[in-house]
């Protein structure tokens, strides 16, 4: 959650996503083992709640319309600032949602099978040339659902009506394959701690050398080849960022081994985090929900105030459609990388005490509202 924040306040600063400098690209690169931590453990959660409580399905259902709504309503205008929902996004949240719908279609199975259709999904999946795909396509149901499911903003927006439309940053696949796969992890999570830890480094070193091979070979898994060369318009970029410059959207195998091998191998660090980061991570931790509501806004704002301190007013590209169809950066806008970091930091301090209210109270009541926040 407080490596997202980083990106999120990127989209405001003007600062492009992953270069032309090596301190653009990581500041882009080490938020994207967010999203497959997301989608991972949401099915990690989910097994864990459902061995707590019956009705995994139903809360599943539920709990993922929720969150395709609060993406439609609360964030867009959060992102935005403005009421144009005519130009809406299908960004993490709204994914993360409907995978939630349909992972609750395969909670009655048992836990290893959905963990295999998750693998086939995820190693699967780029074996479809989504470019190519999205290349041609024309308008009509059948198409949108493709873009939903599986092409993405690859093939442009889907229309809505005349004057409405809907861009898909998060397409389905591979993302129910992830959400599967954590889903049978679930289990790994219910073992005693010494094992546990012992198949966490285990799994994870198997998915980090599957892509040190798959990448390093451009045998198959992700539709960018790297090369030795660096990339046009940035010579200053080492070859290694060619070579972790994977494909996000919609995510490829190499991608998410790239981020998910780390993920599982530093499970069993942060579950022994004790101390002061331990305790502060921890309070994010619980809510983590609540943290990603409040995030945007609060982000939004603090780059409103920057904008006036340094301009003298308030830039009227900050209330454009955030953050993908926003108009290109004003000239002289963007943020010195210290500046965004600056701002980073304030909105994770600010967000530690709300948070932490409201983890205490999730802990002392039981009211059932309280688990979709």
Same mark, same amino acid.
């Given at each position: 959650?407080v490596?997202?924040a ?6 405001y600063?003007?600062?492009p996503?992953?270069g032309?400098?090596? @301190?653009?690209f ?6 994207h083992?967010?999203a497959p931590?997301?989608f991972?453990?949401?099915?990690t959660?989910?097994?864990l709640h459902?061995?707590?409580r019956p ?11 929720w ?10 205008w ?14 993490v949240?709204w ?11 395969l909670v ?6 959905v963990?295999v259709l998750g ?20 308008g ?6 493709w873009?939903i499911?599986?092409?993405g903003?690859?093939a ?7 004057s ?5 940053l998060?397409s ?19 073992l005693?701690?010494?094992r ?9 070193a ?8 798959l990448r @390093? ?9 790297w090369?030795s060369?660096p ?15 994977t ?5 490829s ?7 998910l ?8 660090t942060?579950?022994r985090?004790?101390g002061?980061?331990g305790?502060?991570?921890?309070v994010?931790?619980?809510?983590p ?12 704002a ?6 006036w ?11 454009a459609?955030?953050?993908?169809m926003?108009p290109p ?16 930091a304030?909105a994770?301090?600010l967000?530690w ?6 983890a ?14």
């Amino acid at each position: 959650m407080v490596l997202m924040a980083i990106d999120h306040v990127r989209v405001y600063s003007g600062v492009p996503a992953g270069g032309p400098t090596p @301190g653009v690209f990581l500041t882009r690169w080490i938020t994207h083992f967010c999203a497959p931590a997301f989608f991972f453990l949401a099915g990690t959660s989910a097994f864990l709640h459902g061995r707590r409580r019956p009705g995994l399905a139903r809360f599943l259902v539920m709990r993922g319309l929720w969150l395709v709504l609060l993406e439609l309503t609360v964030l867009r205008w959060a992102w935005t600032f403005n009421l144009d929902f005519g130009q809406q996004m299908a960004g993490v949240i709204w994914a993360l949602g409907w995978c939630m719908v349909l992972l609750a279609g395969l909670v009655r199975l048992p836990a290893g099978l959905v963990g295999v259709l998750g693998l086939v999904i995820v190693a699967g999946h780029d074996a479809l040339d989504v470019r190519a795909i999205a290349g041609g396509l024309d308008g009509g149901l059948a198409v949108a659902l493709w873009k939903i499911a599986y092409v993405g903003f690859w093939a442009g927006p889907i229309p809505l009506g005349e004057s409405s439309l809907l861009i898909v940053l998060y397409s389905l696949v591979p993302w129910i394959g992830v959400m599967a796969c954590g889903f049978a992890f679930g289990r790994v999570m219910t073992l005693e701690p010494e094992r546990r830890h012992r198949l966490c480094l285990a799994l994870g070193a198997a998915a980090t050398l599957a892509f040190l091979v798959l990448r @390093g070979t451009n045998l198959y898994g992700d539709p960018s080849p790297w090369s030795s060369k660096p990339p046009p318009g940035s010579p200053g970029m080492p070859v290694l960022f060619s070579f972790l410059n994977t494909s996000k959207y919609p995510a490829s195998l190499a991608f998410l081994l790239m981020t998910l091998g780390p993920l599982l191998l530093l499970l069993p660090t942060f579950e022994r985090l004790r101390g002061p980061a331990g305790r502060v991570l921890g309070v994010f931790g619980r809510v983590p929900f609540l943290f990603y509501v409040l995030h945007i806004p609060l982000i939004h704002a603090l780059a409103l105030c920057v904008s006036w301190l340094r301009e003298g007013a308030v830039n009227p590209w900050l209330f454009a459609n955030h953050p993908m169809m926003a108009p290109p950066v004003p000239a002289g806008f963007a943020w010195p990388l210290g500046l965004l970091y600056l701002v980073w930091a304030a909105a994770v301090v600010l967000l530690w005490r709300p948070c932490r209210r409201f983890a205490e109270l999730k802990a002392r009541r039981r009211e059932p509202w309280l688990s979709y926040l």
